[in-house]
Each structure stands twice: as C-alpha cells, then as structure tokens.
C-alpha cells in the first residue's frame, strides 16, 4: 500500500507536469517496478491531461503497480442534513497534504465539490487570511496558530452534531494546550521537524543540528532548510541548547549567526519540492516533517530521518472552520469525512504522517511499517526532547525580522 501509494504520488507529480516521462521511468525503476509493468501503468494513464489527476492515476488495476486506493463504501451518514448542503466548499490546506482522490470521494458521496488551495507555512497562511483572503472554508493550522486565530476570533465553533468522528480521534490527541475543549479545532495529523540524508552518500551516522549547522564539507550546497521561520530559527535555537520558543535578543542574535553562517551551504529553504530534491540526490541532508521523510523514503530506501539529540519540534495540525467561512454547515461535514477512519487510513498512507485516528490504527487501515516505525511514532524517551512551538505574541515581529534578513542577506 505505501508502495502503492509512492507510485500514484510519481504518476500525479508527471501528469500534472511536475516531472518529466523520463525521471518518471527512472523512479518508477528505483521502486523495483520492471519495465514492462512501466510501459504498462504509462500507457493505462499515459497522455491523459484531465484535471482529475487521481481519478486516472487509480484508473491502473489492470498492472501488478496498481495504485488504487478502495473506493471509500458509505453513503451520506443520516446525522447530515442534506438539505443544508451547499454545492461547494473551499479548502485552505497546506501543499501535499491529502490523498487528491479523497476529494473526488467527498463529491461522488455528498454531492458537494471541493476546491483546494495550498499554502507552505503557517505565517504564509495568516498573512493570507490577515490579508483579506475571503472564501475559505476549512483550514489547517498547526498548534500555535490554533491559538493566535482563536486569539484574532476567527475561529468558528466545531458543531459535533456533524462531527461524530471524533470518537475516532485518539483521547492522547484531543484536549491540546492550544484549545483544551477542542472547541475549534479537531486534529489531523501530527508528526516532528526532524532532518532526513541519504546514506548512501553520507556514511557516518548523523544525530545533531550541529550536522546541519556546521556540515561537512561533502554537504556545500546540498543542504535544504524548511521554508519557515518557526522550525528554522526553532531548530537554530535547540542547537544552542535554548526553548524552541526563546525570544530574548542575546538568544536571537546567536540564532542569527548560526543561520548565517550555515546558508553557504544552503540549496534551497523550501517547504514544499524538500522530498524531490532529496530523492534526486540534488541535496543529500534536508530539514523534513515526518512525512517528507515517509514519501523521500518510499522512493530511496536508504534516506533515512533523525529526531536530533538536541531535541526537534513536535506537532498537531487541526481541521477547522473559519468565522468567514461561506460554507460552514458543509464545512463540518467535510471535517466529519476526513475522520472516517477508512479516510484517515487512506489519506494517512498517502501524505506519511502520524495519525490521531485511533480507530483507523486499531482497524489496521494503515501500513503496519509505518504504524511500527519510531521515527514516525517516536517512542517515550523520544518524547522528552520534543518541543511545542507557542504562540509568542508580539516577539514574532523579532522572527519575522530575523527570518528575512537570513533570507535575503
Ligand atoms: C505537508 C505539511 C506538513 C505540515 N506538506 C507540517 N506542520
């Protein structure tokens, strides 16, 4: 299924021109497909340009590479009113983060079409929002942004008449510090902020932020950074041996010169080509959230992810509704779906991250290799060096500072 799951990704990445036919081949390959099972899958969804991208990548049963995911089997549940569905509905979520056929599933079964827009950080998603983005519906903040919207009052109030699928959700996961009654927000997925290398290129095993902060030679150039203020100044300031939330200037300014001077040895800060880059072996170390890690190794076994032993980020992203939101009664139904736990599973082995679905782990809808992998699900001693980004109020103007003068120096 995961496998499955990295070939549909590869087949999505050509056909929406993110990948030519040839780095398709040469990837499908390195998955062990043989060539006639390639020509075979290419020419079950070869040429086609329809926007229904997944649609046509699942349409492939007749290859031993299928990458159909099972059609989700349930119809509208009786808790929905139908009659306050609206045809349409806007989702606000981050780039990569969602098996794209689930969408069309939401359609066939409700009747309602999903629009998607993505978004690559959390700042970029308020800046969006502060900006005067109308429209959306539902959003995908993580942790800390749950509070500062709470905070803006821009959150509307979950309505678990429609929510029912929130039994699924694993009671270790509901109650966050950032919203204690989940008033607004209902988890989606979680992970950490870890690093990923290839190692086959690097043969020593790297366990520190000191590996990404003063690298080898070896890594000039080949080293990727997150496209975010929070998890790279975070990251510079666990290195230091400070909170991930430290604001006092003597703390930013050595974060600052960390940052400064690991950017020669910087590719690229990006949040969102991080995976590709990594498994076309143009960068070798890259700064990676849980499921980057999964897809890059899903595609080339021997990238491997590290927890650093200085410590790293954790955390939960949360399906919410904004007060704005056009298409709020659909909007809680939408969030009600996605914690099916035959969705959750599916999406889940898509996108590679940690799931809060107790009930789609305890049905086994997910990969048991994913399920059982302590990079993914880190054990407890694991946990005692991972840390919660918070909301620090007006000290963001100082990260907001700090991150672009590191960007553009
Ligand atoms: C998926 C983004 C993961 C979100 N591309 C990390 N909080």
Redesign the pocket.
Known sequence: MTRSAAIARLLRQWQTGRMTRRELISRLTALGLSMSAITALLSACGGSSSSNQSNSASGTQSTEATAKPSPIARGIPDYVDKTKLAKELNFFN????IEPGLLDEFERIFGVKVTQDTY?S?EDLLAKLQGGATGYDVI?P?DYTVSILIKLNMLEPLDYSVIKSISNIDPNNLKPYYDPENKYSVPY?W?T?GFGYNTEAIKQELSSWKDVFEPQPALQKKIVMLNDEREVIGAALMYLGYSINETSDEALAKAKSVLMQQKPAVLAYT??NQTDLLVSGEALLSHL?T??YIQAHNQKSTITYVIPKEGCTV?Q?NLCVLKSAPHKYTAMVFIDFLNWPEVNGRNTNY?G?ASPNKAAREQKLIDESMLNDPKVYPPQDVWQRLQWIKDIGEATQKFDRLWTEVKTA
């Open positions: 981050w780039s990569d983060y690559d959390n995908v993580s997925m992970g902020s949040s969102n959230w499921g980057n955390w992203d996108i991250y």
